[in-house]
């Protein structure tokens, strides 16, 4: 064999090794990703809230979709948002849209304790009245227990910043029913 063949051959050889390596550690990769996206997810529940109020002259829409990820069985961190529009017939038109950040707690599996902040934008027209429409962000951070069973939670919250001057909600203490899939 001469020389000119004998690299022909073995460049050949050390191309087709070089693929096989290449491509092996690539299925690797690809299965310890496909693996690792499958555990995040798993972690994940999605859940949250829809909210209708009517009466006469009066319309009250919330949605309030939301997602945690379990650490394990006593610890979950999450993310919310919210969308409020109200409507008192010849009064005003409010909408509330904004954001949280949402820690539970599982002591015992019966039990969830709850820290929420929660920024919302609070839009307010008053019918007949430019002038006294209102803008402002509100800050919201709720102190919550609630009894679970299975993925539902009904238990209530406190928000500790309540500011009375700034009438998004009437009351610091509210109940709350928390679901997640």
Same mark, same amino acid.
């Given at each position: 064999?001469?020389?000119?063949?004998?690299?022909?051959?073995?460049?050949?050889?050390?191309?087709?090794?070089?693929?096989?390596?290449?491509?092996?550690?690539?299925?690797?990769?690809?299965?310890?990703?496909?693996?690792? @996206?499958? $555990?995040?997810?798993?972690?994940?529940?999605?859940?949250?809230?829809?909210?209708?109020?009517?009466?006469?002259?009066?319309? $009250?829409?919330?949605?309030?979709?939301?997602?945690?990820?379990?650490?394990?069985?006593?610890?979950?961190?999450?993310?919310?948002?919210?969308?409020?529009?109200? @409507?008192?017939?010849?009064?005003?038109?409010?909408?509330?849209?904004?954001?949280?950040?949402?820690?539970?707690?599982?002591?015992?599996?019966?039990?969830?304790?709850?820290?929420?902040?929660?920024?919302?934008?609070?839009?307010?027209?008053? $019918?007949?009245?430019?002038?006294?429409?209102?803008?402002?962000?509100?800050?919201?951070?709720?102190?919550?227990?609630?009894?679970?069973?299975?993925?539902?939670?009904?238990?209530?919250?406190?928000?500790?910043?309540?500011?009375?001057?700034?009438?998004?909600?009437? $009351?610091?203490?509210?109940?709350?029913?928390?679901?997640?899939?």
């Amino acid at each position: 064999m001469r020389k000119s063949s004998f690299m022909r051959i073995s460049k050949s050889i050390s191309l087709i090794i070089f693929l096989f390596v290449c491509n092996n550690l690539q299925a690797q990769n690809q299965s310890y990703s496909t693996n690792s @996206k499958s $555990d995040f997810w798993r972690n994940v529940q999605f859940g949250g809230g829809l909210g209708l109020g009517f009466g006469s002259g009066y319309t $009250d829409i919330s949605i309030t979709p939301s997602a945690i990820y379990n650490f394990d069985q006593y610890f979950s961190l999450g993310l919310g948002a919210q969308y409020t529009y109200i @409507k008192q017939k010849n009064n005003y038109a409010s909408n509330l849209y904004g954001g949280s950040i949402i820690g539970l707690f599982n002591p015992i599996n019966e039990i969830q304790l709850s820290v929420e902040l929660e920024e919302l934008r609070v839009n307010i027209n008053l $019918d007949g009245s430019n002038s006294n429409s209102q803008d402002f962000w509100n800050t919201g951070l709720f102190l919550g227990a609630g009894y679970r069973s299975g993925n539902v939670t009904i238990g209530a919250r406190y928000n500790v910043l309540q500011d009375d001057s700034k009438n998004v909600y009437s $009351d610091a203490f509210m109940p709350f029913v928390r679901v997640y899939f």
